[in-house]
């Protein structure tokens, strides 16, 4: 796929917008993805998603897309690869998630946007407000008072 100019500053906004959920992600023993990628129980792997996704997204936002892969080796940690969507208002995001012992990092495969511009940076723009809509965001409430709850 030829790389586009405006991709990684796409990919950094997605990154940084998923941050929370890859956390979350993280906490599934890599045991879990390998068996359940390697008997396609890819089911099992969109649960996981959207468990993790509810807490930080609307509902439908993110999901799983096409599946996964697992390398696994001994020579090196296991790798793990899910095909992801982001879908917010006005622009859909398909993107690959790689989790290793220590990194995570995502590649834009894809996006599409409802109403395009011409322009690539009102796109980038557009996305990243949608991006934001989407996004459950926790408020705090001012204890007046000063008490502890």
């Known amino acids: 796929m030829i790389r586009q100019p405006h991709t990684l500053s796409r ?9 929370e959920v890859v956390s ?4 599934v023993d890599v045991v879990d993805y390998i068996a359940f990628i390697r008997m396609e129980r890819f089911g099992n792997i969109s649960d996981i998603v959207d468990s993790a996704a509810e807490l930080y997204f609307m509902p439908g936002t993110l999901r799983l897309g096409h599946g996964g892969e ?25 993107f690959s ?17 409802d109403a395009p511009d011409s ?3 009102v796109n980038t723009r557009r996305l990243e407000d949608s991006l934001e809509y989407a996004r459950i965001r ?8 000063n008490r502890v709850a």
């Open 11 to 19: 990919e950094a906004l997605v990154a940084s917008a998923i941050q």
């Open 24 to 27: 979350e992600l993280r906490m």
């Open 70 to 94: 697992a390398h696994v080796a001994w020579s090196s940690p296991p790798r793990i690869v899910l095909d992801l969507e982001l879908r917010s208002q006005g622009a859909t995001v398909y």
């Open 97 to 113: 998630l790689t989790m290793t012992d220590e990194h995570a990092g995502i590649e834009v495969n894809y996006v599409s946007f």
């Open 119 to 121: 322009d690539p940076l």
């Open 138 to 145: 926790k408020t705090v409430t001012a204890n007046p008072e």
